[in-house]
């Protein structure tokens, strides 16, 4: 009788948004993939955040009560955890190496605050942030030779990791496949037509993170001419109440004609917000990959997006692209003011796929990480 092999995953931390994700779709990925001979244990913040009943949990809801705690677990609980589960292979997704048993050993590393260039602003507005910034890149190298692979979602996080670590093996992995036609060469998407019935809308899907730079583009709504303020609005999925970035954007802003602060958004909710929407817009500084470009071009959104490495690689192949400086309010005030008079011509992209080692999605992945166990 073949002996049952054993993949055990690791993300106590991820509870919501773009990470938990991550984590639902590689389970999923896992379940679908893998042969019926691998057991698959998860563990999880809640059980309840993993609905595959091929996936067993166990849950470790005082996880995120503090960095103490979290290293506890990584380098002392689970080491335990592994002597009894005897893994054959142990994937950490939340960047940390931890220290188990296992016959092989692999790290999913998303988070990129160790390569951002702080300004004391963010240090103000979100310490943790700043904190992140400066001892995360710490916390990737201890231990990170235990593993076999290490994991990135973009080629420039790859680079930065052979350079920072020495890693003889980094694999780019994108977290879902985005739409590679991306949005259809409309008249729609040549130039956003404007409504005679209600404003044109721009969603921005961010948290309130200093990094996301929500900032610059509630300074280009102040900055519309009167004419075309009325002809478009910008959505930000924020209260203004979450931390102090956000009660500094909500208190600078929440006046200017045409920003709306709708709040956090249910899983449904941002569906129809996405539906809703004529164009989607997304200036943040740093991601490792930026999920809400792929979610807008699956639903065939025209684009405004940071002209960084992660947003050309994220976009990928589109017909329905404008790139801007992040940074740049005066950019992005222009491009709102030719979205309002109907005259602002989205570009396209062509891209191709990252040179291997590559995973396109979460199937191909997992055959890398179980290749010869």
């Given at each position: 009788m073949q002996k049952q092999k054993h993949v055990v995953v690791s993300a106590v931390n991820f509870s919501e948004g773009g990470p938990l994700t991550v984590l639902q779709e590689s389970l999923d990925g896992a379940a679908q993939c893998l042969p019926v001979d691998w057991k698959i244990t998860a563990l999880v913040h809640s059980k309840d955040l993993i609905t595959n009943p091929r996936i067993e949990t166990l849950a470790f809801p005082q996880s995120k009560r503090s960095w103490l705690k979290?290293?506890?677990?990584?380098?002392?609980?689970?080491?335990?955890?592994?002597?009894?589960?005897?893994?054959?292979?142990?994937?950490?997704?939340?960047?940390?190496?931890?220290?188990?048993?296992?016959r092989r050993q692999a790290v999913y590393c998303h988070n990129p605050s160790p390569f951002h260039k702080l300004t004391w602003r963010d240090a103000r507005l979100e310490p943790s942030f700043a904190l992140f910034n400066l001892l995360y890149g710490r916390l990737y190298g201890a231990f990170i030779l235990r593993n076999q692979t290490v994991v990135v979602q973009q080629a420039w996080l790859r680079q930065a990791f052979k350079r920072?670590?020495?890693?003889?093996?980094?694999v780019v992995a994108y977290p879902s496949r985005p739409d590679e036609g991306g949005p259809a060469p409309t008249q729609t998407h040549a130039a956003v037509q404007l409504s005679k019935s209600r404003p044109l809308v721009m969603l921005y899907p961010a948290l309130p993170r200093v990094f996301k730079n929500t900032e610059v583009l509630c300074?280009?709504?102040?900055?519309?001419?009167p004419a075309a303020r009325g002809a478009v609005e910008l959505q930000?999925?924020?209260?203004?109440?979450?931390?102090?970035?956000?009660?500094?954007?909500?208190?600078?802003?929440?006046?200017?004609?045409?920003?709306?602060?709708?709040?956090?958004?249910?899983?449904?909710?941002?569906?129809?917000?996405?539906?809703?929407?004529?164009?989607?817009?997304?200036p943040s500084r740093l991601e490792t990959w930026g999920l809400p470009i792929t979610e807008a071009k699956a639903l065939n959104k025209p684009l405004l997006v940071a002209d960084l490495p992660y947003a050309h690689e994220t976009v990928g192949s589109c017909s329905a692209v404008t790139f801007l400086p992040a940074t740049d309010v005066q950019a992005w005030a222009k491009a709102f003011e030719q979205i309002a008079y109907g005259q602002h011509a989205f570009g396209n992209q062509t891209r191709a796929a990252p040179e291997a080692p590559f995973a396109a999605d979460w199937p191909q992945l997992w055959r890398l990480l179980t290749e010869g166990l």
């Open positions: 979290r290293l506890w677990l990584e380098w002392v609980v689970f080491k335990r955890i592994s002597i009894s589960l005897k893994p054959d292979l142990w994937l950490s997704l939340h960047d940390i190496t931890p220290r188990v048993k296992a920072l670590y020495r890693h003889p093996n980094v300074e280009a709504m102040m900055r519309l001419p930000l999925t924020l209260s203004g109440t979450e931390n102090p970035y956000a009660r500094d954007l909500y208190r600078r802003f929440s006046s200017v004609h045409g920003v709306q602060f709708i709040g956090r958004q249910t899983r449904q909710q941002m569906g129809e917000a996405y539906r809703a929407c004529d164009v989607v817009v997304f």
